[in-house]
């Protein structure tokens, strides 16, 4: 029978042979041993002591720990030594004099990886973070010029629209929906339902004169009597332009109505 | 023809779990005291089989508490709660995001703290379980707050429980200083039982 010898697995039972570095501590005393490993790896402990950076600190660090009688106690720091970075596990416990380190190097290729990628990521929320504050304060501006175009509008006692002819879409803004007596802030719509609001008497006048509008690129402007939601009767001043593709076929009509009525 | 080694030593269940809940207590409580930087006392781990006896957990009677609860799922199920006296979640607030002055009232970010300790405890407390076991996937999910009293938490995070069988659970507790806060990890006994027979029988075979 042969067995494969695992020089790790061996070296378990024989601290002297462990690969990773390992220091034992006493709390009164300061060093105590050092496995090859921590020899070969930090020749300079043998000599510094408790005053090594990898040890400097720990048994002030420890003794903040509340006292509780053969508890084990887990700390577990990185440190950073000769441009490199080890993590350093430390076992003790209460009421032993002893303390355990073992000491492991962060793999440097990994970490290399890890910066790169962490960079990469703060690069990224930086980037997001600034086209969210672009975005705010386009919206606020945005917001701003809203609000003083609608305001205009209403001292104008005026309101404007749009026709989509390809789709048959009709939008009013907020005044428009006002001047109709609309409560919802947009309206939006198809030209059939639309004409709904025209006044009765006034429908064959306004399709007319929409008609011709859509066969010539010059502006308009007309009166014409509304049926508002709440039953008023209202005269409006209509003006705008209609707008053709290249084919000379009417794509949109755009515009602002005015209030008339005394 | 083929020749057969089975190793001799075999590990009883009972000493495997013990050995699985120390070293994977170990492990969380090593990544917690590097996140934290600080040393870590670990108070007591063991095993529960079947129900939690709340008188056993005197020190959390009478106190309010906050918990994070958390389902497993993969190749095991079950589910993890870590609780805090409320005390003891302000005090470790403080401590993660460096505030000198103490918490008094918990917001988003001090719960976002917390939760990313038990993120942390209940991560690596399954890293090192399934690694042993040798199990594909154990995936801990969000975890969900909840405040008030030991029994009550207790009894609506078993409601959360995704089903009636018996449970075996890890416990931990561990301390730095005044704060202090207690980890359960529940699987389902017979799924578990099943992974512990595989590695308990252990052994190779070679075939010359």
């Known amino acids: 029978m042969q067995h494969s010898l695992n020089l790790t697995q061996l070296s378990e039972g024989f601290i002297e042979l462990n690969p990773t570095p390992i220091i034992e501590v006493s709390k009164k005393n300061g060093l105590v041993y050092l496995n090859l490993a921590a020899k070969l790896k930090f020749p300079s402990i043998s000599i510094e002591g408790m005053e090594h950076p990898l040890l400097s600190g720990l048994i002030k660090t420890l003794d903040e720990v509340e006292e509780t009688l053969n508890k084990l106690v887990l700390y577990v720091r990185d440190i950073e030594f000769n441009n490199a970075t080890y993590e350093q596990q430390v076992f003790t416990s209460h009421g032993s004099d002893s303390i355990y380190i073992s000491i492991s190097q962060n793999n440097k290729s990994n970490e290399l990886v890890y910066k790169k990628v962490q960079s990469q990521h703060l690069a990224y929320v930086n980037k997001i973070r600034k ?132 | 023809m083929v020749l057969k080694f089975v190793r001799e030593q075999s590990m009883s269940i009972e000493s495997i779990l013990n050995a699985l809940c120390k070293l994977s207590t170990i492990h969380s409580i090593a990544a917690l005291s590097k996140f934290l930087r600080l040393p870590l006392v670990i108070n007591e781990y063991k095993i529960i089989k079947g129900k939690i006896d709340i008188n056993e957990f005197r020190e959390y009677t009478n106190h309010e508490l906050m918990s994070f609860y958390m389902p497993i799922s993969g190749n095991l199920l079950g589910s993890a709660f870590l609780i805090h006296s409320s005390d003891s979640a302000k005090k470790l607030c403080d401590l993660i995001c460096q505030r000198d002055q103490h918490t008094t009232c918990f917001n988003e970010d001090d719960k976002s703290a917390l939760s990313e300790v038990t993120n942390i405890l209940v991560g690596n407390f399954l890293s090192c379980f399934s690694q042993t076991l040798q199990l594909n996937i154990l995936i801990h999910h969000v975890a969900i707050f909840d405040r008030g009293e030991f029994g009550e938490i207790l009894s609506r995070s078993l409601k959360i429980k995704r089903n009636k069988r018996k449970s075996i659970i890890f416990y931990m507790n561990y301390a730095y200083q005044d704060i202090k806060s207690s980890l359960f990890l529940s699987f389902d006994e017979r799924q578990l039982n099943l992974a512990l027979n595989e590695v308990s029988i252990g052994g190779y075979k070679e075939a010359i």
């Open chain 1, 131 to 262: 086209l969210t504050n672009e975005l705010k304060n386009y919206h606020h501006a945005f917001s701003k010029a809203r609000n003083h175009h609608n305001l205009a509008l209403k001292s104008a006692n005026a309101g404007t629209w749009h026709w989509n002819l390809i789709n048959d879409v009709v939008i009013w803004d907020g005044p428009m929906n006002e001047l109709f007596g609309i409560d919802d802030k947009y309206y939006i719509s198809n030209i059939k339902k639309t004409a709904q609001y025209i006044y009765k008497e006034d429908v064959f006048y306004v399709s007319k004169k929409i008609l011709a509008i859509l066969k010539s690129t010059d502006s308009f402007s007309f009166d014409c009597r509304i049926l508002r939601k709440d039953g008023a009767i209202r005269l409006i001043n209509l003006r705008g332009k209609a707008y053709f593709n290249e084919s000379n076929e009417p794509i949109s009509m755009s515009g602002i109505s005015i209030d008339k009525t005394i």
